[in-house]
């Protein structure tokens, strides 16, 4: 399957990487790249791992138009506030028959049921495993393995940047070398603050909301308060009384209404939500057959987004990866 990369930052590099790595097992090529500021490639042979940027395609429809590829993946610069410029993006490969697999959670957040019936009415695939969670099974659990079982709430721990900076102040760093420990290890948004007031948590939030939940909620309409105010001294102090800090996104429904949150909660250390270390993620889900269960992802990198983005795309070529596993060894 031939790609066009839309954005080729942390991510989009991790997935060249990934796909490099596995590319006897998994054949797909990566015939363009569409940045905002470094230019457009494309080569319809497939481009190599760093390649040449040329001047910048005059729109996406243009690059989409001369990538000729199969399947557009995007991975922009999260936007909470709107979801664009990557809305747009993804129906413009839509309108070219293109299947779309996205890392960016703003889509699915401000407007998945309108562009969930837009893929179905143009007949391709749209999946965003990498949103929440990165990699882990979060999005495809459910697609996969729940039949019959309906979501009554959430709770996660989803923001691995500002555990990076409340794990940073309870050693005795301060806030910022919390921020620059999380930039240097890529998780952390082009825009810090969507992480530290809350909002990367709350596109989280409403993503997890509309799928799981039929919400059609927006980030706007999580209330959300982010770790913005702690400081060293807080952490510490309850650090002493066997407390800790998380940011924590939370879903709940009662009768018909639906109950959105982000807040920096105060929880013992011992609280399976604040247990985990470093970047590492957990969400638990409250169901109506499976009583409360969950998927926890353990310190995860780049390259676990990547991963999701490549599960995505393994799925969408109809091929799952254990079926196409080949040789265990298979790199
Ligand atoms: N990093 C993670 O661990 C992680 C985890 C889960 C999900 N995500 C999501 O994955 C997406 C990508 O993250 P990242 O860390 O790779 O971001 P990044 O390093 O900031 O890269 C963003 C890329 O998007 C390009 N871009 C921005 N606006 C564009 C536009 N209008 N048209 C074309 N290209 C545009 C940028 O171009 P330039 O190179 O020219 O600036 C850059 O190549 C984000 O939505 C993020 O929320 C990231």
């Avoid at 090529?29 to 569409?34: E, Q, S």
């Avoid at 825009?191 to 809350?198: A, F, K, S, V």
């Avoid at 879903?251 to 982000?262: A, C, I, M, P």
Wanted: net charge neutral.
């Amino acid at each position: 399957m031939k790609l066009a990369l839309i954005g080729y930052g942390n991510v989009g590099r991790a997935l060249a990487r990934l796909l490099r790595r596995k590319r006897r097992q998994f054949p797909f090529t990566i015939t363009g790249i569409h940045t905002l500021r470094h230019g457009t490639a494309v080569d319809p042979r497939g481009l190599p791992e760093n390649p040449q940027m040329g001047p910048r395609a005059e729109s996406i429809g243009a690059f989409l138009d001369v990538a000729g590829a199969q399947a557009a993946v995007e991975l922009t610069t999260l936007n909470p506030s709107t979801g664009e410029p990557a809305i747009s993006h993804i129906r413009s490969a839509f309108a070219r028959g293109m299947h779309v697999v996205t890392a960016n959670k703003g889509p699915i957040a401000h407007c998945y049921a309108a562009l969930r019936e837009e893929a179905e009415h143009a007949g391709v695939g749209f999946r965003f495993e990498s949103a929440v969670m990165d990699g882990a099974p979060v999005f495809n659990l459910w697609r996969h393995t729940m039949p019959g079982v309906n979501v009554l709430g959430f709770a996660g721990a989803l923001n691995s940047t500002s555990k990076v900076v409340i794990e940073t102040m309870e050693r005795g760093g301060s806030f910022e070398d919390g921020l620059a420990q999380a930039r240097r290890l890529g998780i952390t948004e082009a825009d810090g603050t969507y992480d530290i007031e809350g909002w990367d948590s709350a596109a989280k939030t409403a993503a997890l909301a509309n799928v799981l939940m039929d919400a059609r909620t927006t980030p706007q309409a999580v209330s959300t308060r982010g770790i913005g105010r702690l400081t060293p001294e807080n952490v510490q102090e309850l650090m002493r009384k066997g407390k800790t800090v998380r940011l924590i996104s939370r879903g709940k429904r009662t009768g018909s209404r639906l109950s959105l949150r982000v807040r920096a909660e105060v929880l013992d250390r011992a609280d399976i939500l604040a247990c985990t270390p470093g970047t590492s993620n957990i969400i638990l889900f409250d169901t109506d057959l499976m009583g409360t269960f969950g998927t926890v992802s353990l310190d995860p990198q780049v390259e676990q987004t990547a991963y999701g983005v490549f599960s995505d795309l393994v799925e969408l070529e109809g091929r799952t990866p254990w079926s196409a596993a080949g040789p265990p060894a298979g790199d």
